[in-house]
């Protein structure tokens, strides 16, 4: 069915029932407009389309058609931008994590009802000779309250050795509400030969994690730490630095120089 | 090992709000730290017992310098009286 051919029906039905303005009709004008409905209808199915008709109506058909191809592919451009300004409006993908700042630390409640199992675990790398464990192998503590565990280290060589240590937190989603307020993580520490030191972590777990229903049933999360060995000198990216985010495009310093 | 979809929050990496704890070389505050160690042993495990004798362990790391100084209010004992500097 060509659009002219549309238009004309529509056009033949409207003016069909608007031809007589009584406010109530009877059935047998009912039955009148009804003829006269019919016979217009089969004129405009018989009509033969004409020449200019189909050039036209095939033109309107690739205009929308096209308009439609252009309005997709202009989705899926803006998508991207729009997904990322929703998860930053609705925190829906942790960009926008919990607030770390005293202000939240000053006035959070200690929820009495959730007891968290926080398990300590601690890894060296065979190459590492420092001897690193956790003092205690849980605590049990509650969302919305500060607590502090210990790590020792003990470095049994005849060597001053620098160590480095990074951070691990099971199951993902309750790492989400994890929040250290001070550790010794991501920082040089050096021991001297035998020497033996005390490691505090101080951290809280955030108010929210009881409003999680994912969390519901989850009361033990595991910190694991490891230290790793540190050459002396070495100078690593920070990986708190917003720059530094793994990306794919490519960065300016990462593309090699052709003019050398 | 990290997930991926619509729905799943993804974990970065935070700094500590107050950085690293200096080391404490020369056990100043081994004391405190063993205090603690023998209440949580005492207690089962329970944070919410001992979390005076944390205060007493951070006191001291302020006052030898191996900690900054800060409210007991920013550090989540906002219900003690005393107020360090």
């Known amino acids: 069915m060509s659009l002219s051919k549309l238009w004309g029906t529509a056009r033949a039905c409207c003016s069909v029932f608007h031809v007589t303005k009584a406010p109530f009709s009877s059935i047998a004008s009912f039955q009148k407009r009804g003829k006269v409905l019919s016979v217009q209808i089969v004129r405009q199915f018989s009509k033969k389309p004409s020449r200019i008709d189909k050039s036209a109506d095939t033109k309107n058909y690739t205009y929308y058609v096209m308009s439609l191809v252009i309005v997709a592919i202009g989705c899926t451009f803006a998508a991207i931008p729009a997904y990322r300004i929703f998860c930053e409006q609705t925190s829906f993908g942790g960009l926008t994590q919990v607030a770390k700042d005293f202000e939240k630390i000053s006035n959070m409640k200690k929820c009495e009802d959730r007891l968290i199992r926080v398990q300590f675990n601690s890894d060296v790398p065979s190459s590492m000779r420092w001897e690193f464990k956790p003092q205690q192998h849980e605590i049990y503590v509650h969302p919305g309250e500060t607590a502090l565990a210990f790590y020792t280290a003990r470095n049994p060589t005849d060597k001053p050795i620098i160590g480095i240590s990074s951070y691990n937190l099971t199951p993902f989603q309750a790492a989400y509400y994890f929040n250290k307020i001070q550790c010794f993580c991501f920082e040089e520490q050096i021991l001297n030969p035998g020497e033996q030191v005390d490691l505090p972590v101080f951290f809280y777990i955030d108010p929210d994690y009881v409003n999680d229903p994912a969390l519901e049933y989850l009361d033990s999360i595991l910190l694991s730490y490891t230290f790793f060995e540190a050459k002396s000198g070495l100078k690593l990216p920070d990986p708190f630095d917003p720059k530094n985010r793994p990306s794919i495009a490519p960065s300016p310093d990462k593309i090699p120089e052709a003019t050398k | ?85």
């Open chain 2, 1 to 85: 090992m990290s997930q991926t979809g619509p729905f799943i929050r993804v974990t970065t990496v935070s700094a500590p709000l107050k950085g690293s704890f200096p080391l404490d070389h020369e056990g100043t505050c081994k004391l405190e730290m063993l205090n603690y160690m023998v209440c949580l042993h005492e207690k089962k495990q329970q944070n919410s017992e001992c979390r005076h004798v944390a205060k007493d362990y951070f006191e001291c790391r302020m006052n030898h310098g191996l900690m900054d100084k800060e409210e007991w209010q920013k550090l989540g004992y906002g219900d003690s009286k005393q107020i360090s500097q």
